[in-house]
């Protein structure tokens, strides 16, 4: 089993930035990427970006490209997310999540509130 613990959620003035960051424990040595996905009240659970724990390789939503930054500490099995440039549509709850190298990302996160004001 892998557990993974979010944090950094608040709330944030538009054009602001926020952390969120991503603790996994667990069995992390079977996860091969880790992601992160927002969902906002009425509407479906949508990818913002994803790391492999081994290359590295990194993938945005086109949405989030050149405001967002994921990163990963794998000494520290934790993956962060940097917000810049908020806007009031990135308001949204924040969830991580991993998956093997084959498979869904079949681990969840209980997510961080994230909050943009004008």
């Known amino acids: 089993q892998v557990q993974l613990v979010e944090s950094g959620g608040g709330l944030v003035e538009a054009g602001g930035s926020l952390r969120l960051s991503c603790a996994a424990s667990g069995r992390t040595f079977s996860t091969y990427a880790m992601g992160w996905f927002r969902q906002a009240p009425g509407k479906e659970r949508a990818f913002v970006a994803s790391?492999?724990?081994?290359?590295?390789?990194?993938v945005y939503a086109d949405s989030v490209r050149g405001r967002f930054t994921i990163s990963r500490d794998n000494a520290k099995n934790t993956v962060y997310l940097q917000m810049s440039s908020l806007q009031l549509d990135d308001t949204a709850v924040y969830y991580c999540a991993a998956k093997g190298h084959a498979g869904p990302y079949d681990y969840w996160g209980q997510g961080t509130q994230v909050t943009v004001s004008s």
């Open positions: 790391i492999t724990w081994s290359g590295g390789t990194i």
